[in-house]
């Protein structure tokens, strides 16, 4: 499958216009320079001044970055901050804007140091929703990927029986998802069964599968550099009452999270939604995570659906709506989908049924 | 396989001895959490006093956390500055040392303005080399994921042939490391043929091997928590000249890095001899890397091996020794072994063979 070209020149002169007054801004992150310039490769940097840009790769990414970023000047450095030092004294800059999530300390005092005439301006929240709004080309990769993971999971639904490691559902899983054409997965696979279904974010391990068990499987591919994220608990054997009725309880407040979606709502408006819903069932301080959180070429980012986040959801963003419950040392119940924003309301990108399903 | 437990009090108080000044140390990356605590969770901190110690987890992680790490105080934040905080007063701390290349400036200004009384001292390289020298039980463990992974090239050797793609190799190998209990692989695999093979840091794509193509495979697995790491350059079908010259000169330049390395002499020294045969010989341009880096619970750690670091190499550290030449829009040769630092020389961990293989 084809996907639109990136359309870097807008998604740049977007960024700049957000800091007419700073001489150049420094991006750091790698998805946030890919998502700029459509280089894939790390540890670089990005420098975007009025009229200039810079992309500066150690050697290891020189060929790589000149083929993937045609008609971009390509600096090669040996220290990251000495390249960043002599592009800004090149261009005469004043002051820089930097992503102060991503700088770290060590390299701040070098530059600091190294440039005692120019401004460091950390800008934290800078960056935070700059990529939030997916368009149609990200939105398509993002359901592709969905798809591709989708029909992995239903390909390996055969495997979740009583005697089978989770490790050993977590590779096929994996597998059968890069054979699908996912570039890569989005995240280590969690198949979580038992007790280890209380630990939200469990790492397969060799336990087997047990009669009567919880198993969770959170799990995601990527596609174009763009990622899918869904949770999937199923039943093995015989789901004891106290299991139908926590995933009862847990699908209501996310199908109440999903029909509250759409553009104009707040993010903590929806967390406080399936939150409520959950302390008012008694289970509240078992739900110990968000509600969800934005997906695209990072699988966690902005905005974040938390207690309290004043962000606004807005049409073309892509999030994750995720309730869960969790109770120590016996097991856990998680049910989550991705979904693409509408002014109307949500549309779901995950294609997995959430029905509780006892196999 | 079992492996020796961690001794976490030994390193603990190895650390602290290094800062006798210090009211805290803490330590943010997940890595060196998991050297000297056995938590394998992410987003943590742990702050060290010279008579208490805590482990700060997010809601995700509080129960993985009490198992993995009996007896030691963990401590739920939901912001990890405020966690921070709130156990720096909790012991009466006036000063805090911490990562300073792990530590964003974001939360730094925010731990800076919350604790106006408490000195933060960057420790830019403090922990740099506290991983390098691996005790048995580490060593056990890379020992044990070369062998998974060369096991595992070993058997998807008969795919490398014409009309093959990059990705459906790299896929693969992948699994079948998976397979042989790798419990991940070390790093996306690189599988590069033809003009890829140039790129150091190549991505598998659909390319298929053609006839005459080097197939450059960069790959490790891991297992309990530690990484292998090899490159073999195979040649398919009709190799030129050029390229087996290319192939004698890398090799006879790996060749004598590995004989130069034992306890006493320094990481540049290393780098210098690999880089200076290829230099003589009209190559040094195209080996746009350092001649090697540390292994252990991150793939690329202390100490680098690269022009210059005066690092002297202890007897128990494991390093690869990895130089190459690249020859932008042609093709290009690496050949990486990981070894074992030894008071008399090294000992090969990787187990494949480096000599020229044309399939």
């Not at 090149?90 to 120019?118: C, D, H, T, W």
């Not at 055969?158 to 997965?185: K, S, W």
């Not at 763009?226 to 926590?246: I, L, M, N, P, Q």
């Not at 963003?317 to 998680?334: D, I, K």
Request: hydrophobic content about 40%; aromatic content about 6%.
């Amino acid at each position: 499958m084809r996907h639109d070209p990136i359309p870097c020149a807008d998604r740049v002169g977007r960024l700049r216009s957000g800091f007419p007054e700073t001489d150049a801004l420094l991006i750091l992150s790698e998805k946030n320079i890919r998502y700029l310039t459509g280089f894939t490769g790390g540890d670089g940097a990005l420098m975007a001044g009025p009229d200039w840009l810079a992309l500066l790769v150690d050697g290891r990414y020189v060929t790589q970055a000149r083929a993937e970023v045609p008609g971009m000047e390509v600096f090669e450095f040996r220290k990251r901050a000495d390249g960043i030092m002599a592009v800004a004294r090149r261009n005469g800059v004043g002051s820089i804007g930097f992503e102060s999530s991503v700088l770290s300390v060590e390299e701040y005092l070098r530059l600091k140091e190294a440039l005692p005439e120019v401004a460091l301006l950390p800008l934290p929240d800078a960056f935070q929703l700059f990529r939030a709004v997916k368009d149609d080309g990200e939105i398509d990769r993002i359901r592709e990927a969905a798809r591709i993971a989708g029909e992995a999971l239903a390909a390996v639904r055969g495997m979740i029986r009583p005697g089978v490691r989770e490790n050993e559902i977590a590779l096929e899983l994996e597998y059968r998802m890069r054979r699908g054409e996912a570039e890569q997965v989005s995240f280590e696979t969690i198949v979580a069964a038992g007790a280890n279904s209380a630990l939200p974010h469990a790492t397969p391990g060799r336990r087997a599968i047990a009669d009567g068990d919880c198993v969770l499987i959170d799990y995601g591919a990527v596609c174009g550099g763009y990622h899918s994220d869904e949770t999937c608990t199923f039943v093995v054997g015989r789901a004891s009452e106290r299991k139908r009725e926590v995933y009862r309880l847990v699908l209501e407040a996310h199908d109440r999270a999903i029909r509250a979606i759409r553009a104009g709502v707040s993010c903590g408006e929806i967390d406080r939604i399936a939150r409520s819903f959950l302390d008012a069932a008694g289970l509240g301080s078992s739900f110990s995570h968000g509600a969800g959180h934005g997906v695209g070429l990072d699988v966690h980012e902005a905005p974040r659906l938390a207690a309290g986040r004043e962000e606004i959801l807005r049409a073309g963003m892509v999030v994750t709506v995720e309730p869960g419950v969790y109770l120590p040392g016996l097991w856990g119940v998680r049910i989550e989908d991705t979904v693409l924003v509408t002014e109307e309301g949500c549309e779901i990108l995950t294609p997995s049924s959430k029905d509780l399903t006892i196999i």
